[in-house]
């Protein structure tokens, strides 16, 4: 049936066997592919030796260079750990003024703080930390809490705001109209007077009087967080709602829109997720963004 | 379709779909208030739709005795359109979930259209939809030819080819709806993979009844792949997908492997399928359709022989090295990590076996683009092959892993290998099944030739530049042991990588649709063969074959 024949374009020798056409050539398996199979092999083979292989029941071959992965890894983390040592020790013990006076220790704070940053608190800040609808800009010098020094960051981020840590600090703006504490023409009455404070321009004439209306509602339901004068408090995180800062926006229809809704922006605590030398670093980055000088 | 069945076959289709139907129903009604009975209406229609189609063409005439002794075509007919159908879908989603990675908004804000419901939708609609389809249905031609045997039964083909579309269908739209084991390439849920196991186990017995009426005395090396191919995709399915559903009228069900060995089943599952489902089926593909292009015999039988039992040996022993440094214990790790450099040697010969069967046709490849596709694939099949026994050592996988490195890979043997074989093998079959003189325009294979490598090198370079850039920027720190770049920092430079890569999919894409109008105008227009039937077009026994002659 079958019958060898000579393959006209290389002179070598077919199998004999056909399949609608296709023959196939009795060539030999190249010697380079067997000598690839015997490297393969012995690489495999050599490699058993030296490593965990092998199960043995509930055990298994560990190998003869004594290597496993998992003291591999902890042994790298502690030698990542030792020689990070030389800074991290220096920042946990020291107080903030003390590593702001030691320039190395800065130095530090400058090349890993961009890092630590952008993994943990860009996302919501902005990687500029420069803040955006919603999340405040760290950068301005206007703080909602504290003055902006590096303890005061330091202190957010480890309770957070608004959070479930048991120190949590709380900025709860109160629903007044969806809540009916204000009718909502009251709430817009009181929203322009808010808007006049850091919009001169507006207390024109014809809109006096509702502004003098709004000033009351504000002394009657407002003042008692924001203070008198509008100015807010850093110790209770409410904000002065007299500048060019808004963390919800200064439009007219926003001011009315935070009045309406109320606000509590959340900022997550760090007290277990980071370490306290991360935050310290992270503390000290903020803080030399220039938040500091208005 | 209908007209190439007798009428009691009509009628044996009727009785499954019905069957069907009923079961659908079942799942249906209880499962009203859940996704699952979106899925069981969805199946009742198509049964009631298919029914329609057959119950209005009982009266159809029924074959001739000539067409019925011949081989069985039909359903390789309709099994290249569903391939190409799937290829257009499942690159279109490619370049939509690629151009997302580039500008996250091209979601609309739609829950179906979310970046983690698309991907399994372009992966599945690759993979099985065009892959597929491509395997089942050349496996029908080359077993047919080889074998010179027509296909065992004429019912069976159609339960397996629609029955394998309708699993791609449910997965699909179970994706749309959020439906996920959270597995990757076996994410349908339970009822799906049942339905996939019945399908399955009817192909393998097709297969294995066609092969058993063979009138050649051996069997040809592409049906070893098939059979491979068939047999351990079984087996891998079955394996991984065990779960037990949450109830009957719920598509939610819970895998019944626990912690890393889940993990390890399911890597073990995943790189098989990449052995057997997008290798040796496509290896099956070149070993027919390459010589026959390029009318030259194979280089070495005995080469064949020792790649086919080392791939199939060595591949299993591999999926480990899809989870170097994880809990999985070490010694694992070590075994797949040497498997995988033992298994370089064969996928090698496969693809030198290939290139060696070249010699005496290499200026065939100046004129011929489908020989070219091929040759090419052969290429890329080696150097991902190379690429992948690299990555699975454990120093470089500690940087490639979680990189776009492995996406890069994956499109080296996807689009490179596994599109550019079945393009090739398409533009040999389609000519030679609907008999045609040739495909309706050389200058369009060619077009659709240089946008497939083209988009295939573009993807390619950009995803292994970012991928290396992106392991390294994971591991630099800075002289105080700090890392040197935030997470956020990696991405941003991975944003002209990946409009690169969105540019170099979109070609590919473009590649595949003029390949698919090609396709239909060689069918609707080329001129008929003019050659009297080949002695090979039919099977033995109707010939007087010129051996028995000799
Ligand atoms: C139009 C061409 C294509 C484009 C633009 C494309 C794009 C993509 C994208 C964006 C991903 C997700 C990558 C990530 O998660 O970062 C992906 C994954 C994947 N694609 Fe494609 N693709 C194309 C064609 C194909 C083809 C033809 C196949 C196989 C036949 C394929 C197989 C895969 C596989 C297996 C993955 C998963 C990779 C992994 O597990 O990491 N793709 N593709």
Redesign the interface.
Same mark, same amino acid.
């Given at each position: 049936?079958?019958?060898t024949e000579v393959?006209p374009?290389?002179g070598e020798q077919?199998?004999g066997?056909?399949?609608?056409?296709?023959?196939?050539?009795?060539?030999? !398996?190249?010697r380079g592919?067997l000598i690839? !199979?015997v490297v393969?092999?012995v690489?495999?083979i050599l490699?058993?030796f030296l490593?965990?292989?092998?199960?043995l029941g509930w055990t298994?071959?560990r190998?003869l260079l004594g290597?496993?992965?998992?003291a591999t !890894?902890e042994q790298a983390i502690s030698a990542?750990q030792a020689?990070?040592a030389s800074?991290t020790s220096a920042i946990e013990t020291s107080s903030f003024d003390q590593i702001q006076a030691d320039e190395s220790l800065m130095a !530090?704070v400058k090349?890993?703080g961009?890092?630590?940053?952008?993994?943990n608190c860009?996302?919501c800040h902005g990687?500029d930390a420069s803040g955006r609808s919603n999340y405040p800009d760290l950068t301005d010098g206007d703080w909602l809490w504290g003055d902006g020094s590096a303890e005061a960051v330091a202190e957010t981020m480890r309770v957070g705001i608004n959070t479930s840590h048991p120190e949590s600090r709380f900025a709860q703006m109160p629903a007044f109209g969806r809540d009916g504490m204000l009718a909502s023409a009251d709430v817009r009455t009181v929203a322009r007077y808010v808007y006049s404070l850091s919009h001169p321009e507006f207390s024109t004439e014809e809109n006096l009087e509702s502004i003098a209306q709004g000033e009351s509602l504000f002394a009657e339901n407002c003042s008692g967080c924001h203070g008198a004068a509008a100015l807010g408090d850093a110790e209770t995180g409410t904000p002065n709602l007299t500048d060019a800062y808004w963390l919800y926006g200064g439009e007219l229809d926003q001011i009315i829109e935070s009045v309406h809704g109320g606000r509590a922006g959340h900022m997550p605590t760090w007290d277990e997720r980071l370490t306290p030398v991360e935050r310290k670093v992270l503390a000290l980055y903020v803080h030399s963004l220039g938040g500091t000088t208005p | 379709m209908a007209g190439s069945l007798t009428g009691e076959e009509r009628r044996t289709c009727l009785l499954i779909l019905g069957v069907l139907a009923l079961c659908a129903l079942g799942i249906a009604v209880p499962g009203r208030w859940d996704p699952i009975g979106v899925h069981g209406l969805m199946v009742v229609l198509l049964c009631a739709g298919a029914a329609g189609y057959l119950l209005l063409r009982l009266n159809v005439p029924e074959p001739s005795p000539e067409e019925l002794s011949g081989y069985y075509d039909a359903p390789i007919k309709v099994g290249v359109g569903l391939t190409m159908a799937w290829a257009i879908f499942g690159m279109f989603v490619g370049v939509w979930v690629a151009a997302q990675l580039a500008w996250p908004d091209l979601t609309f804000h739609q829950a179906w259209s979310s970046f983690g419901r698309l991907r399994p939708a372009h992966t599945t609609g690759v993979i099985f939809g065009f892959g597929g389809n491509a395997l089942i249905t050349t496996s029908y031609h080359v077993v047919q030819?080889?074998s010179?045997a027509p296909l065992a039964d004429r019912v069976s083909p159609w339960f397996v080819l629609f029955g394998f579309n309708l699993f791609c269908l449910l997965a699909v739209t179970g994706y749309a709806m959020g439906l996920t084991q959270s597995k990757e390439y076996a994410e349908p849920e339970w009822y799906a993979d049942i339905w996939l196991v019945i399908v399955w186990v009817t192909y393998f017995v097709l297969f294995l009844r066609t092969l058993a009426r063979r009138k050649?005395?051996?069997i040809?090396v592409a049906n070893w792949y098939y059979l491979a191919f068939i047999v351990v995709v079984a087996i891998l399915h079955i394996v991984n997908n065990l779960a037990v559903p949450i109830t009957l009228a719920s598509a939610k069900s819970y895998t019944v492997w626990p912690g890393v060995q889940d993990a390890m089943v399911q890597w073990w599952y995943g790189h098989n399928a990449v052995a057997f489902f997008l290798t040796a089926g496509f290896l099956a593909m070149m070993y /027919?359709y390459l010589?026959?292009r390029a009318d030259?015999?194979?280089?070495? /039988?005995?080469?064949?022989i020792?790649s086919f039992w080392g791939i199939t040996f060595f591949y299993m022993w591999a999926g480990s090295h899809h989870l170097h /440094?994880t809990a999985l214990?070490?010694?694992v790790?070590?075994?797949g990590?040497?498997?995988s *450099?033992?298994l370089? *040697?064969p996928s090698?010969?496969s693809a030198?076996n290939a290139l060696m069967t070249m010699?005496?046709?290499w200026h065939k490849l100046r004129d011929d683009a489908t020989l070219r596709f091929m040759v090419v694939a052969a290429v890329f099949y080696g150097l991902s092959t190379f690429e992948g026994s690299f990555m699975a050592i454990r120093a470089v996988n500690s940087l490639s892993h979680y990189t776009d490195w492995t996406v890069g890979h994956v499109h080296a043997g996807a689009l490179g290998w596994v599109a550019l074989i079945t393009f090739g093998s398409l533009y040999t079959l389609v000519p030679s099944v609907w008999k045609r003189q040739s495909m309706y325009s050389n200058a369009l294979v060619e077009l659709h030739f240089w946008l497939a490598l083209s988009g295939t090198l573009i993807y390619i370079f950009a995803m292994w530049n970012s991928g290396v850039i992106q392991g390294l920027m994971w591991r630099t720190y800075?002289?105080? #042991?700090?890392?040197? /770049?935030?997470? *956020?920092?990696s991405l941003v430079a991975m944003y002209p990588y990946y409009i690169a890569r969105t540019v170099g999919g979109f070609l590919f894409l473009l590649g595949a649709i003029v390949g698919s109008i090609n396709i239909w105008l060689t069918v609707r227009r080329s001129p008929a063969s003019q050659a009297a039937p080949g002695v090979?077009d039919r099977p033995h026994d109707l010939d007087p074959t010129p #051996?028995a002659a000799?």
């Open positions: 049936m079958s019958k393959d374009a290389t077919t199998t066997h056909e399949w609608n056409g296709i023959k196939e050539l009795d060539n030999p !398996v190249p592919v690839f !199979v393969t092999h690489f495999a490699w058993w490593m965990p292989a092998f199960p298994y071959t190998g290597i496993d992965q998992r !890894v990542n020689e990070r800074w !530090v090349d890993t961009p890092q630590l940053f952008g993994d860009g996302a990687f | 030819r080889t010179r050649e005395p051996h040809y /027919y010589p026959k030259r015999p194979i280089f070495s /039988y005995r080469l064949s020792l /440094y214990p070490h010694w790790q070590t075994l990590m040497s498997f *450099v033992m370089l *040697v090698w010969a030198g010699r005496g046709a800075t002289e105080n #042991n700090a890392l040197a /770049y935030s997470f *956020v920092d090979y #051996n000799e």
